[in-house]
């Protein structure tokens, strides 16, 4: 529509300069070497105009012919770099499909028509790792770490080989590097703190629980569990070092702290209790006992509670544990723990009732007879025997201890564990370990550990196959 108005613009323009002409007739004589022109003025006008076009016409065509070889270059560029393109992203379908020779071959084509390695060098490592190629894949790796857009999948690949080699040394500072590259990645976080778990670095974890929490890279819950059972194994290390006084008060800081961040973490209470009591503040450990046992009752609780006993200065006598027990169990009396641990305190003392009557509560609490746990049944034995010497009685009791009992348990592989601690170790896992029933009566081989560390109560009978 605009060229049509122009072209009638024009025209017009063209039209009344024309019409403007022939009202001012006048002629133009052009004289020059022997030859005589004669015209109008309007055709001269014309001439001029005609040969000024003439001229603009031939000097577009000659910058057009000066910048053609220019022009086919940058095409011939623009070409094989979309061909360069396209083969850099079929290489990477056959990664995905799992063509390692397509994928060779495409990353060599791309390489060659894009001559830019970054590009390349991530299809080209990973075609090499399909080929079960590592060494030239970890060339490609090494190289990617000098190009600062592309140093990360470096360092991702060398962290993901050094795992699968299984050196743990090379991969934590690889992970340390990848976290120092990327803050805020939670995958990066997650592998630099199961590397540091694995070299039972529990500051540097901690730091690393810290600084993402701060971050806000992990959920706050999960940094305070984690800090929490760092504290505890930090506290067990140190308590493990020796008896000197710096060792002692970085123990007691490292349990404190534990039992702020979670103070449902029985393991962090037991250990802070028995650093309070053999530091002598006796008030303060069986407050923290006492405070905990209203949570929570814990077996575990309860035996901490009687060393405490022996240290207070108490007669140590049968009656007065039943007296201490009965303080314990005072806050929260109607709790099976409660109930057992009276029993055991009673049946110490030979009140042989009065630990019948706790052991009957515990029974009567459960919705069936074989949901009552073995020591339970186990105590009900050693009264018989202990009040009347009654073995066929005491065989009775014995017969009904199908349910194992509760003991720590690693949810990851159901290893069984004589005690709590940081890491199992039969998978390795970090945290978990729960006081739970054993699913299966039989366990896998023990944490060698734990023959230094043995059961609070559990019968081996128990546990084997009946
Ligand atoms: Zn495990």
């Known amino acids: 529509m605009r060229r049509v108005f122009l072209l009638f613009g024009l025209i017009a323009a063209g039209a009344a300069l024309a019409i403007w002409f022939a009202d001012r007739p006048g002629m133009v004589t052009l004289q020059w070497a022997g030859f005589r022109f004669d015209t109008s003025a309007g055709v001269l006008f014309a001439l001029v105009a ?219 209470t037991t250990m802070l209790a028995r650093l309070l009591a053999a530091d002598g503040k006796i008030g303060k450990a069986t407050r923290l006992i006492e405070n905990a046992w209203r949570r929570d009752p814990h077996p575990e609780l309860a035996a901490v509670y009687n060393t405490i006993d022996a240290k207070s200065g108490s007669t140590g006598s049968e009656l007065d544990q039943v007296k201490r027990t009965q303080r314990l169990s005072g806050n929260n009396p109607d709790h099976a723990e409660s109930h057992i641990a009276l029993a055991r305190a009673a049946l110490s003392a030979d009140l042989w009732g009065e630990a019948r009557r706790h052991l009957d509560a515990v029974i009567g609490q459960a919705d069936d007879e074989s949901d009552v746990g073995a020591r339970v049944y186990r105590l009900m034995a050693d009264i018989e025997m202990a009040e009347r010497s009654d073995a066929a009685a005491a065989g009775r009791w014995l017969a009904k201890a199908s349910r194992p009992d509760e003991s720590w348990i690693c949810e990851a592989c159901g290893a069984v564990h004589g005690a709590w601690r940081a890491v199992c170790g039969h998978c390795g896992g970090f945290d978990v370990l729960r006081w739970r029933t054993p699913r299966n009566l039989t366990p896998p081989a023990p944490d060698p550990a734990d023959l230094l560390d043995p059961p609070l109560d559990a019968s081996p009978a128990v546990l084997a196959p009946t």
């Open 50 to 268: 005609v040969v000024a076009i003439g001229a603009a016409a031939m000097y577009r065509f000659w910058r057009f012919l000066r910048r053609a070889p220019r022009n086919l270059a940058s095409a011939r560029r623009a070409r094989r770099r979309r061909q360069g393109y396209r083969f850099l992203t079929q290489g990477m379908v056959a990664v995905a499909a799992g063509d390692s020779s397509e994928a060779a071959r495409l990353s060599k084509k791309a390489d060659r028509l894009l001559q830019e390695p970054p590009l390349t060098m991530l299809l080209s490592a990973q075609a090499a790792q399909l080929d079960g190629d590592e060494t030239a894949a970890r060339r490609y790796f090494e190289a990617m770490l000098d190009e600062p857009d592309m140093a990360f999948l470096g360092v991702r690949g060398l962290l993901t080989q050094a795992i699968k080699a299984g050196d743990s040394a090379h991969a934590l500072a690889l992970a340390e590097r990848a976290v120092a590259l990327r803050p805020k990645t939670e995958w990066v976080i997650e592998e630099l703190f199961a590397q540091q778990i694995a070299a039972a670095d529990w500051d540097a974890a901690d730091d690393t629980m810290l600084q993402a929490g701060r971050r806000k890279v992990l959920d706050p819950e999960i940094v305070r569990r984690r800090r929490a059972v760092l504290a505890v194994a930090q506290c067990a290390a140190l308590d493990a070092a020796g008896d000197t006084g710096k060792a002692t008060s970085d123990a007691m800081k490292s349990a404190e702290r534990g039992c702020k961040l979670d103070p449902s973490l029985t393991p962090a």
